[in-house]
């Protein structure tokens, strides 16, 4: 099963990038990356994926690197509500679609 | 955002007696999984269904069991709840077939067993 690690924590200024890293250097050519995040003790709200090539969405960008073994997520312009966790998930593509949650980065948006 | 909703939000219940926790979409969703979260751990899987009546463990299955009689519901049991089993649950659904749909979660459900 392909594993994520992350850092445990950053800070970001805000109004600055935010610029989260992800390792999964065990990918498999047809597993998608994926970004959710938990702002307090909500439940995790789906942010962006990717396969191979690079994503933008309204929220985010998402970078994988050419080789895929690991990916940025970006929040181009970070604000005090951006302050949550992120977890950087690989889709298991056993044929059940298990999905299996890191520990995550916890991003301080600091004003 | 799909409509996935967790019943109950809070319940409170003593050592040794059956809990069920309630997961309801309505999106027609062919997976839905269950999570535990606890302080320092993320979220945990607990157990998972692929469809009507196929469900597989995950993680963390030990003390819980689960049931999807239609594709609207999961549900997950604690048999004989511990005070280890004090934790926030969460479900989640997503389309199924492909590698490349998000999963919706619900809000949590709050158990403490005392």
């Known amino acids: 099963d392909a594993k994520t690690t992350q850092p445990p924590s950053m800070d970001c200024a805000e109004g600055r990038a935010a610029n989260l890293p992800c390792n999964h250097s065990?990918?498999?050519?047809?597993?998608?990356v994926y970004w959710y995040r938990q702002i307090h003790s909500q439940g995790p709200q789906y942010i962006i994926h990717?396969?191979?090539n690079n994503e933008t969405n309204e929220m985010a960008s998402l970078i994988i690197t050419e080789d895929r073994k690991s990916s940025t997520l970006i929040l181009p312009h970070a604000t005090l509500r951006d302050t949550a966790v992120y977890y950087c998930?690989?889709?298991?593509?056993?044929?059940?679609?298990?999905?299996?949650f890191g520990t995550g980065t916890r991003l301080k948006v600091l004003a | 955002d799909a409509g996935i909703t967790q019943s109950p939000r809070h319940k409170v219940t003593e050592t040794g007696t059956p809990v069920t926790l309630r997961c309801h979409q309505t999106?027609?969703?062919?997976?839905m999984y269950w999570y535990r979260q606890d302080p320092g751990h993320g979220l945990r899987l607990i157990h998972y269904?692929?469809?009507?009546?196929?469900?597989d463990k995950g993680e963390v299955s030990d003390g819980y069991s689960v049931s999807r009689s239609k594709t609207e519901d999961f549900l997950l049991t604690l048999e004989s709840a511990t005070s280890s089993q004090t934790s926030v649950y969460f479900c989640?659904?997503?389309?199924?077939?492909?590698?490349?749909?998000?999963?919706?979660f619900g809000q949590g459900t709050r158990l403490t067993v005392v």
């Open positions: 065990t990918i498999s050519g047809n597993e998608y």
């Open positions: 998930i690989v889709l298991l593509s056993s044929g059940t679609y298990k999905y299996i």
């Open positions: 269904s692929y469809g009507v009546k196929d469900t």
């Open positions: 999106e027609n969703h062919r997976y």
């Open positions: 990717g396969l191979k």
């Open positions: 989640a659904s997503r389309q199924g077939g492909f590698l490349n749909t998000e999963a919706f």
